[in-house]
């Protein structure tokens, strides 16, 4: 007895310490919050994802603030980047621009004016415009002109500045003034400043440790800045504050499913079975099932993507399902209870439970989708664990007979189940299935598909409507679409971004497009400088007096001619080479751009600036050579709405297979009874997403292959266990119960992806559930023929 | 922006339109105002005079200015070479010798929203804006009036030292000094009514 009793202890210590190794596993264990991680490659060619990954990381490792006050902005942003800097948290934390002279952004170019020329400028000089003496008159007297390119001795016909004043600098709103960059908006009459701070990470914006530093730095720099001016507005972005914001949604979940399923399986195991044990021991074979799910995902993985470790809370559910068979048997036996011959009993059942999962999530695992592999070899990997401690634990510390009754519950319930049989005719049961179907119409016609990536992340409000602020108010783009334009050589690359742009410049000026940024801007090919010289040179008479001429009765000083022609002749040969941009100052916010050497030749990236329709992005590439749009975010899009579409079919294909096998064992009336419960379970999840307005995603599809999946289990149980109708239905509503605390718990998931999942799931099997007794109103006689 | 005539050229009529009484100056400032502010749409004839140590003699152009109250202005050199810029508070359109017409939204343009926003805080009277560049001083003596404008630290100023804009009953003249020691003055004369406005400026404006 005491033997017995200290046993008990040591099951329910070790089951707890088990539990706690796993929940401080899920916190130690390295998260990964980067979404490209689980994004599906996309690309037919390696060096697009490439880019794809070197331009996240560009906008990822560092966060933008706008620090915004009516009347006190830059004393508030001076607080806050003082704040920031104090926390150590950034790397660098940036306010004060160096003060520089804005000519001085030209620097890099000045010895090589003679190849540089605007679009607009060099389409003047080759349609004939050729007359030096007008180009000086319109330079001199041209009201609006920016003198960027220095004065008229250096610049006389003014090229240099008009190329200057075409480089994209011109997008962002940013003014510097006081040395800091500011954003001015509207606001009524008066106007709101807003000053720009930039935070450079220590490290990957997706690490844990950077994330909390980062948010705790953040949070102080708004205190300070709120001290220093009263109601200053933080605005912020950048890659750590939305993967903190997953982690931290995740982290929420985790404990909402893992508790909230724990708690719901230990009452409705206390209550069905009456007795602790059978709790303790169920709770142990979970946590063993979690453990090796967390170990084999970090064994092959490196790392747990918060996805999966949300989506794993609620394996918990499934785990248990396995012992709650074994617990099934173990009660039913009584005083009868013999270890081996109870497992024996319950193998072949489990066996073959396992067996169905192992094929759907290795199904699951043939998706190209990371994410969603990951997710199937964690279950997989779980269920392992749950069957193998069911089948080599369980029988070994489960001695002592059974002590409890299940009887008076078995028997309330299988006098509800034969009430109903007796009272719900075939005739009321179809009436039933009517009513659901007519009610679910309206929801249908509501329905529509959503195939957006960012599914796939919780993407908070506030941290959205920020980002688009910060945008608006800065003019700075934030693009997934660009082109890479790819070369045997630098030179081409640069030659086949010229062509590309020749293509955007009609949807610059049409207005489709707002611009571009591309290296080629900055440092046109050596082709491009050489024709632009010889422009240039076509404008220069030949004879040097007669060049002196034209400046002078344009009233220019004497000698300047001269001047001009030396510099001009001086420069031969020597054209702006991309190294020499490279290393400049004034390229840093566009060094990303250029992807250099990579294992097929050179490579860039040109990123359209505004929001042009796809259409007309993609048509400019078409028939340049090596140019292609990479637009990751609409190809995973597009990859998911195929694989929507393919589960619908899917489903539709498993609905007739389903009814195939169910009417080779009990014809096909009254096979399509049995499924009759599952096809309304789905048909009302997705009126309920129609009637809640919730878009049908890939993963809602996901959810309903297993509302049809366990529905029809459902069914099947009653039926078959009519004779027993009173035990059967409790384990049937225990299973939907499980199913429900675990995978449904994730309807309340801050991931619209699993959330979409559990919210399908949830209505689709609770009707099943509800509605399984309909299937024996339908076939009376358990449909053996 | 070392060839800031135009933000002379504009400044100066919109100043006299629109500048509301604040600074310390407030009072020659209020005066000033009152007076331009009869005038609120003007026709004028110009004459551009730019001198630099690279010019052997100055280079002089003129044509003629529409200011039409918060429309914008349009500005219409004729010799020695024709060209128009018309200035509104969302768009530049600029007009080449040849009729070629190029048009800039000021969201997509920072230089030109820039003096999109000087533009319409002088046509809404805000001098907040405008000493966010300048240091203003006005100065008023019987009928004859002037304002310095002097860029504060920042980009601006590495291009303006000075600029100065004066008149009597309507603006006379705007003198602007630049930091590279190139200057220019513009005179204005044959002030007259706007209206009506000619089909071409009715576009230009966007005017009804």
């Known amino acids: 007895m005491s033997a017995i009793r200290s046993g008990r202890w040591w ?46 990381d560009a906008a990822g490792n560092r966060a933008v603030f706008l620090v ?64 030096a003496t007008q180009w000086l008159l319109r330079r001199l007297n041209e009201p609006l002109r920016l003198g960027l390119g220095g004065g008229i001795a250096q610049d006389p016909f003014g090229f240099f500045g008009n190329f200057l004043a075409a480089l994209p600098y011109r997008h962002v709103k940013l003014e510097l003034e006081d040395g800091m960059l500011i954003a001015r908006e509207a606001d009524g009459n008066a106007h709101r400043e807003y000053v720009l701070v930039l935070g450079d990470l220590p490290g990957s914006a997706y690490d844990d440790a950077i994330q909390r530093a980062v948010v705790a730095a953040v949070a102080q720099g708004e205190q300070a800045a709120g001290r220093a001016a009263a109601g200053a507005e933080i605005l912020r972005t950048g890659a750590v504050f939305f993967a903190e914001a997953g982690r931290a949604s995740a982290e929420r979940d985790v404990d909402l499913i893992g508790i909230g399923s724990i708690v719901g399986i230990v009452i409705l195991m206390v209550l069905v079975f009456r007795s602790l044990r059978p709790m303790f021991l169920g709770l142990l074979t979970v946590a063993i099932a979690l453990a090796v799910a967390v170990s084999a995902t970090l064994l092959t993985q490196g790392k747990l993507h918060v996805l999966t470790l949300v989506f794993g809370a609620s394996l918990i559910g499934e785990a248990i399902d396995y012992s709650i068979q074994y617990f099934g ?12 011959r109870g497992l024996a009993a319950v193998r072949p059942g489990l066996t073959l439970a396992l067996a169905t999962s192992v094929l759907g999530y290795g199904a699951l695992m043939l998706l190209p989708f990371p994410a969603v592999r990951e997710i199937a070899l964690f279950a997989l990997a779980g269920l392992a664990g749950a069957y193998l401690a069911v089948i080599l634990l369980l029988p070994r510390v489960l001695n002592a007979p059974y002590r409890g009754d299940l009887s008076p519950l078995a028997s309330r319930m299988g006098r509800f189940l034969d009430g109903w049989r007796a009272r719900v005719g075939p005739r009321q049961a179809l009436a039933v299935a009517l009513g659901v179907v007519v009610l679910c119409v309206p ?9 957006d990536v960012r599914a796939l992340s919780s993407r908070p409000e506030h941290l ?48 489709e497009l707002r611009g571009f940024q591309a290296v080629s801007s900055f440092v046109p090919s050596a082709a491009r400088q050489e024709e632009n010289r010889s422009l240039i040179r076509r404008l220069l008479p030949q004879d040097p007096e007669q060049l002196e001429a034209a400046f002078q009765s344009a009233g220019l000083r004497k000698g300047i001619g001269a001047e001009l022609g030396t510099s001009y002749r001086d420069s031969q040969g020597r054209l702006l080479g991309l190294e020499r941009w490279l290393e400049a100052a004034a390229a840093t916010p566009f060094r990303h751009l250029w992807m250099g050497r990579t294992e097929a030749g050179f490579a860039s990236v040109v990123v359209p600036l505004g929001t042009p329709s796809a259409a007309a992005l993609a048509g400019a590439a078409i028939g340049l050579e090596r140019v292609v749009l990479v637009d990751k975010a609409g190809s995973v ?50 009126a309920l997403a129609g009637y809640r307005d919730v878009p049908v995603t890939l993963f809602g599809m996901m959810g309903l292959m297993l509302v049809l999946g366990v529905g029809v289990n ?9 004779l027993r109708i009173g035990p059967t239905g409790i384990a049937v509503l225990l299973c939907a119960a499980t199913t429900m605390l675990s995978f449904g718990l994730l309807a309340f998931s801050g991931t619209p992806a699993l959330a979409g999942f559990g919210a399908m799931l949830l209505p689709g099997v609770a009707l099943a559930v509800l509605l399984a007794p309909l299937a024996f109103s339908l076939a009376p006689d358990g449909g053996r023929r | 922006m070392a060839r800031l005539s135009l933000r002379g050229l504009v400044l100066a009529p919109l100043l006299l339109a629109a500048l509301p009484a604040t600074a310390a100056d407030g009072e020659a400032l209020a005066r000033i105002r009152a007076r331009l502010d009869a005038n609120p749409q003007l026709r004028a004839d110009f004459v551009q005079t730019r001198r630099s140590p690279d010019l052997e003699r100055p280079s002089v152009s003129r044509g003629r200015m529409l200011v039409w109250g918060r429309e914008g202005v349009v500005w219409e050199t004729h010799q020695p070479v024709k060209g128009t810029v018309a ?97 220019t003055r513009i005179e204005f004369g044959n002030h007259r009514a706007a209206a009506p406005l000619s089909e071409s400026e009715r576009s230009l404006l966007g005017a009804p």
């Not at chain 1, 099951?11 to 994004?39: H, N, Q, S, W, Y």
């Not at chain 1, 010895?111 to 607009?120: K, Y």
């Not at chain 1, 920020?466 to 045997?488: H, K, M, N, P, Y």
């Not at chain 2, 004859?144 to 006379?172: D, K, N």
Request: net charge neutral; glycine share 10%; charged share 25%.
């Open chain 1, 443 to 451: 929801g249908w016609l509501e329905l529509r598909p959503d195939d």
């Open chain 1, 464 to 511: 959205v409507q920020q980002e688009a602020r910060i945008r608006a108010l800065s003019g700075v783009e934030i693009s997934t679409r660009f082109f890479l334009v790819e070369g045997d050589s630098a030179e081409a690359v640069l030659r086949a971004e010229e062509a590309l742009a020749a293509r955007l410049a009609p949807l610059v000026a049409k207005g």
């Open chain 1, 329 to 340: 048997a173990y009660a039913a036996a009584g005083r009868q209870w013999e270890p081996r």
């Open chain 1, 11 to 56: 099951l329910a210590g070790t089951a707890i310490a088990l539990a706690c190794v796993v929940a401080a596993l899920a916190r130690i264990t390295p998260i990964e919050t980067d979404l490209l991680a689980l994004l599906p490659p996309t690309e037919r060619n390696p060096v697009a994802e490439r880019a794809v990954r070197a331009m996240a």
């Open chain 2, 87 to 183: 200035l509104r508070p969302d768009t530049t359109i600029v007009i080449d010798a040849r009729g070629g017409r190029t048009a800039r939204k000021a969201q997509d343009d920072a230089v030109a929203a820039r003096i999109g926003r000087v533009l319409r805080a002088l046509l809404q009277g805000d001098t907040e804006t405008l000493e966010r560049w300048f240091r203003v001083a006005a100065q008023s003596e019987g009928a004859r009036w002037s304002i310095t404008l002097t860029p504060h630290r920042g980009p601006l100023a590495s291009f303006i030292e000075s600029m100065q804009v004066g008149g009597g009953e309507y603006l006379e003249a705007v003198d602007i000094r630049e930091a590279g020691g190139e200057s």
């Open chain 1, 714 to 722: 459902y069914a099947i149980f009653l039926v078959e266990g009519r």
């Open chain 1, 637 to 686: 899009s597009r990859l998911f709405a195929q694989y929507r579409e393919a589960f619908a079919w899917g489903l539709a294909v498993a609905l007739v297979v389903v009814l195939g096998v169910l009417s080779v064992r009990y014809g096909v009336r009254r096979g399509g009874a049995v499924l009759l419960p599952s096809v309304l379970g789905l048909g009302g999840a997705l």
């Open chain 1, 68 to 131: 915004g006050h009516a009347t006190q902005a830059r004393a508030a942003a001076a607080a806050f980047a003082a704040a920031l800097e104090e926390s150590r948290a950034f790397s660098r934390v940036q306010l004060e621009v160096p003060p520089s002279d804005p000519r001085a952004l030209g620097q890099v170019h000045r010895e090589f004016r003679f190849g540089l020329l605007s679009d607009r400028d060099r389409d003047l000089l080759s349609g004939g415009e050729l007359d």
